[in-house]
């Protein structure tokens, strides 16, 4: 089930999975709308236009809040236990 459609439910137990995966892909963000001008600019075959280069910095900003504000609304349905699941970068010794 998505996060969004458990807004709002609740569950004995609830993974999230992968939470240390990057919010945007290595590009930065795919899309920018501003309704004001009547825009939608959208990254293709890895180029982007300049509005979507101008606007890279607040449309990833604004992609971390609505992360933050989805692992929130998901670590909040867990009725028993929460399991969080992420991969570390550091080595560790093997058995320990």
Not at 44 to 60: N, Q, S, V, Y
């Amino acid at each position: 089930m998505t996060v969004h459609k458990a807004k709002g439910l609740e569950f004995p137990i609830v993974i999230l999975a992968d939470m240390t995966a990057k919010l945007t892909g290595p590009q930065g963000p795919d899309r920018v709308c501003d309704t004001d001008r009547k825009l939608c600019a959208q990254r293709l075959l890895w180029c982007a236009p300049w509005e979507l280069l101008d606007a890279a910095d607040a449309e990833a900003k604004a992609d971390e809040e609505e992360a933050l504000r989805l692992a929130y609304v998901a670590a909040t349905r867990a009725r028993d236990l929460l399991v969080v699941a992420v991969v570390g970068e550091d080595e560790r010794p093997a058995g320990g």
